[in-house]
């Protein structure tokens, strides 16, 4: 009977960086450890179609993506002008709220409040202050 011919893979991990992995990888016991990486590597075969998705290592610079940066571009666009027309969109939604009298805002619906509100009110607030477990 001849002998197959096998393939070993490595896998280098560093304690700073994958404790995770290494945590999990202890935790398989002996002699699982093979099956279980073979079941890893067949899963991430069907999820990406059987193709490779390229991951470049933390310390080398990722290559240049026109298509990433202009979606970012435009994202830092939108995210400009939404910022520039919120204040006349307040503006907006006060001056609503104070010509139709709808909202907090109305006169008739302003209460001052009472002193006796304002105690049970610190009273209210101290308890629970109390009772929190910090």
Do not use: C
């Not at 994958?18 to 075969?45: C, Q």
């Not at 009273?123 to 910090?134: L, M, Y």
Request: hydrophobic share 40%; aromatic share 8%.
């Amino acid at each position: 009977m001849a002998k197959t011919k096998r393939v070993t893979a490595t896998v280098k991990m560093t304690p700073q960086e994958d404790a995770d992995l290494i945590a999990w990888w202890n935790h398989i016991p002996r002699g699982s450890r093979n099956a279980v990486m073979k079941d890893v590597l067949r899963e991430y075969i069907e999820r990406n179609r059987g193709g490779f998705r390229p991951v470049m290592p933390r310390n080398v610079p990722q290559p240049f993506d026109p298509v990433r940066f202009m979606q970012v571009s435009e994202d830092a666009a939108w995210i400009r002008a939404a910022l520039n027309d919120l204040p006349r969109y307040l503006e907006q939604v006060m001056r609503f709220v104070a010509a139709n009298g709808t909202g907090p805002v109305a006169a008739h619906e302003a209460r001052a409040p009472t002193a006796e509100a304002d105690e049970a009110e610190a009273r209210r607030r101290a308890e629970k202050v109390r009772k929190a477990n910090w």
